[in-house]
């Protein structure tokens, strides 16, 4: 599986560099406060984009695998007008006007009315470079997709970088390389997949669409509140410091996020083309490779969430060191939250999204409910523990419920195994946090905590030799 990921894996390692090694630059002259702002920037206009798109982007990708190419291309050139047409409305009649009222309200004018326009703007232009980005995916176009990721990635920190350092520009400097990269690695995979238009609405592809996307939207508003919510509530009760230590601290949890996006846009058709099959053979190997690269996920956050100690001191300034408290907890999140990799592409091949309405709702409510009791005392701490908790929960039921729309053979035995073996490492890092030792000392028993995951994992034969070497052969 990790071998189809190789452009995938090769662009997250190129953004990971990127990211991380022009941090000694940006935190030199970016407070935790100015990543507040960015962090608020490029939420808001995600969320709006996101919550009025009816989960066309899902269906699209769907409906994919089970048209024509004929067809397709009367459907995606319908969907792409109407959704056009449904965010031109939005922001003429709902954030232009009521900008102002929007940054009072709902960021306590910690965005200003300026930002809230440019943010919806960039969600727009995000949102359709991620739409096609998919489409991309689903042809399994991996080389173009993880060209256009590097572009967009170089490209905004080459302007950051410039503004910050010609133009004495700070959060704004990061405003303008997000609008501006995004913009041009829109364009590109507008170029690329040209050959998937043909001028032809059709009100009975949209209704189709819909009727396919629409189940989503409530998991949707989960998964948009999981990212919101709490920073909201952050920068009214805490301020906008300690959004920017939540949003460091995914910043570094989020490294295993990148991964599992990698390896995850090349599971997705894997499972469909299996999932198509039918046969018992073909589900048997798909819940094996998914047990596989679960467990890479594990070492992976387990690696991330004991050496971001490292990383924040050479990275960064002591302004910034919180945030390793943040990334154990955030690696629960995204681990978590990789279990949906499985129960979504579920959902996709039963057509069954309807299922999604009372989890998500479920999910809403621990999360809400979680960070109205953590955030206020804990500050970006609680956000951190209510979001995994939610996430825990969620994903959970959500996999239940998936197994129930398309069964596979999941031993819950295992899982729960698996699951608790990454828990354990990941609450272990702690231990090895707090304690005042050399750094020598302190990295031989970080070694030791990921030794012993992999002699666990093994043991209870989740991996093996000849599976890293599949997954590894490029």
Same mark, same amino acid.
């Given at each position: 599986?990790?071998?189809?990921?190789?452009?995938?894996?090769?662009?997250?390692?190129?953004?990971?560099?990127?990211?991380?090694?022009?941090?000694?630059?940006?935190?030199?002259?970016?407070?935790?406060?100015?990543?507040?702002?960015?962090?608020?920037?490029?939420?808001?206009?995600?969320?709006?984009?996101?919550?009025?798109? #009816?989960?066309?982007? $899902?269906?699209?990708?769907?409906?994919?695998?089970?048209?024509?190419?004929?067809?397709?291309?009367?459907?995606?050139?319908?969907?792409?007008?109407?959704?056009?047409?449904?965010?031109?409305?939005?922001?003429?009649?709902?954030?232009?006007?009521?900008?102002?009222? =929007?940054?009072?309200?709902?960021?306590?004018?910690?965005?200003?009315?300026?930002? %809230?326009?440019?943010?919806?703007?960039?969600?727009? %232009?995000?949102?359709?470079?991620?739409?096609?980005?998919?489409?991309?995916?689903?042809?399994?176009?991996?080389?173009?997709?993880?060209?256009?990721?590097?572009?967009?990635?170089?490209?905004?920190?080459?302007?950051?970088?410039?503004?910050?350092?010609?133009?004495?520009?700070?959060?704004?400097?990061?405003?303008?390389?997000?609008?501006?990269?995004?913009?041009?690695?829109?364009?590109?995979? @507008?170029?690329?997949?040209?050959?998937?238009?043909?001028?032809?609405?059709?009100?009975?592809?949209?209704?189709?669409?819909?009727?396919?996307? =629409?189940?989503?939207?409530?998991?949707?508003?989960?998964?948009?509140?999981?990212?919101?919510?709490?920073?909201?509530?952050?920068?009214?009760?805490?301020?906008?410091?300690?959004?920017?230590? &939540?949003?460091?601290?995914?910043?570094?949890?989020?490294?295993?996020?990148?991964?599992?996006?990698?390896?995850?846009?090349?599971?997705?058709?894997?499972?469909?083309?299996?999932?198509?099959?039918?046969?018992?053979?073909?589900?048997?190997?798909?819940?094996?490779?998914? &047990?596989?690269? #679960?467990?890479?996920?594990?070492?992976?956050?387990?690696?991330?969430?004991?050496?971001?100690?490292?990383?924040?001191?050479?990275? $960064?300034?002591?302004? #910034?060191?919180?945030?390793?408290?943040?990334?154990?907890?955030?690696?629960?999140?995204?681990?978590?939250?990789?279990?949906?990799?499985?129960?979504?592409?579920?959902?996709?091949?039963?057509?069954?999204?309807?299922?999604?309405?009372?989890?998500?709702?479920?999910?809403?409510?621990?999360?809400?409910?979680?960070?109205?009791?953590?955030?206020?005392?804990?500050?970006?701490?609680?956000?951190?523990?209510? $979001?995994?908790?939610?996430?825990?929960?969620?994903? @959970?039921?959500?996999?239940?419920?998936?197994?129930?729309?398309?069964? *596979?053979?999941?031993?819950?035995?295992?899982?729960?195994?698996?699951?608790? %073996? =990454?828990?354990?490492?990941?609450?272990?890092?702690?231990?090895?946090?707090?304690?005042?030792?050399?750094? %020598?000392?302190?990295?031989?028993?970080?070694?030791?905590?990921?030794?012993?995951?992999?002699? *666990?994992?093994?043991?209870?034969?989740?991996?093996?030799?000849?599976?890293?070497?599949?997954?590894?052969?490029?």
């Amino acid at each position: 599986m990790i071998k189809e990921s190789k452009f995938y894996l090769l662009a997250s390692f190129l953004t990971v560099a990127v990211n991380f090694l022009t941090l000694p630059f940006f935190t030199q002259y970016l407070s935790p406060a100015d990543y507040g702002v960015i962090g608020l920037f490029l939420v808001f206009g995600n969320v709006v984009t996101n919550l009025f798109a #009816f989960g066309l982007n $899902t269906a699209t990708y769907g409906l994919f695998f089970r048209s024509t190419i004929e067809d397709f291309r009367i459907l995606n050139f319908t969907i792409v007008l109407f959704l056009s047409f449904i965010f031109s409305a939005i922001g003429f009649f709902l954030i232009f006007p009521f900008a102002e009222n =929007i940054a009072s309200v709902v960021f306590n004018n910690e965005l200003n009315q300026n930002l %809230i326009k440019l943010s919806f703007l960039n969600g727009c %232009i995000s949102y359709f470079y991620i739409f096609y980005g998919q489409l991309l995916v689903a042809q399994e176009k991996s080389m173009a997709f993880s060209l256009l990721a590097i572009v967009q990635v170089i490209t905004n920190a080459s302007i950051t970088f410039y503004l910050i350092l010609w133009h004495s520009l700070t959060f704004m400097a990061a405003v303008y390389g997000a609008l501006i990269a995004n913009f041009i690695v829109l364009i590109m995979v @507008l170029i690329i997949n040209r050959n998937l238009f043909f001028i032809n609405f059709s009100i009975t592809n949209l209704k189709a669409a819909l009727k396919f996307g =629409i189940p989503e939207v409530p998991n949707t508003l989960v998964s948009l509140l999981y990212g919101t919510f709490d920073k909201l509530m952050l920068v009214n009760y805490k301020g906008l410091s300690d959004v920017g230590h &939540y949003d460091f601290g995914n910043k570094f949890a989020g490294i295993l996020k990148i991964f599992i996006d990698a390896i995850g846009k090349s599971f997705s058709p894997y499972f469909l083309k299996n999932a198509s099959s039918n046969t018992g053979a073909a589900k048997q190997e798909i819940v094996k490779t998914f &047990y596989e690269i #679960f467990v890479i996920y594990g070492f992976i956050g387990i690696g991330i969430s004991l050496f971001s100690e490292e990383a924040l001191i050479i990275l $960064t300034t002591e302004d #910034f060191y919180v945030a390793k408290y943040l990334v154990p907890i955030l690696v629960i999140y995204f681990i978590f939250g990789a279990l949906n990799q499985i129960s979504m592409n579920q959902f996709i091949h039963a057509q069954a999204l309807y299922y999604l309405a009372p989890i998500s709702l479920l999910g809403l409510f621990i999360n809400l409910i979680a960070n109205i009791l953590l955030i206020p005392t804990y500050g970006a701490i609680g956000a951190a523990i209510a $979001t995994s908790f939610a996430a825990i929960a969620t994903s @959970l039921i959500q996999l239940y419920f998936a197994n129930k729309a398309y069964p *596979l053979p999941i031993n819950y035995k295992n899982l729960i195994t698996l699951l608790f %073996i =990454i828990i354990v490492s990941l609450i272990s890092c702690y231990l090895v946090i707090f304690i005042e030792e050399t750094y %020598i000392i302190k990295f031989l028993l970080k070694i030791l905590i990921l030794t012993l995951y992999t002699l *666990l994992v093994a043991k209870f034969k989740f991996i093996n030799i000849r599976s890293i070497k599949k997954h590894f052969n490029f």
